[in-house]
């Protein structure tokens, strides 16, 4: 499986476990598989929904933030990776 970046974190709502994904290449569709990587943060999971600004949406692209939510702790900064089969 190959990986190309498209983006970072750049929040992380611990209480809710939801994380701020800004799209800097490419897109981010509902169904995709990321990866996110980090110092101490390193995990993958399937995006079951996106949110931007309070609506659900279901493709993001360049330039949008949209929230997340994720299985595991995630840091600003991480980087996101698109994984690709």
């Keep these: 499986m190959s990986e190309k ?10 209480n809710i476990g939801v994380v701020v ?4 290449k490419g897109t981010l569709t509902v169904g ?5 990587k980090g110092n101490t943060t390193d ?13 659900t949406v279901e493709k993001a692209k360049k330039g ?3 929230g997340v939510k994720v299985s ?3 840091r600003r900064t991480d980087l996101v990776f698109k994984v690709a089969d």
């Design 5 to 14: 970046q498209i983006g970072h974190i750049s929040h992380w709502f611990g």
């Design 32 to 36: 995709d598989t990321i990866h996110v």
């Design 64 to 66: 949008m933030s949209v």
């Design 43 to 55: 995990f993958t999971q399937t995006i079951e929904s996106m949110q931007l600004d309070g609506e």
């Design 72 to 74: 595991d702790r995630a």
């Design 21 to 24: 994904i800004d799209v800097d």
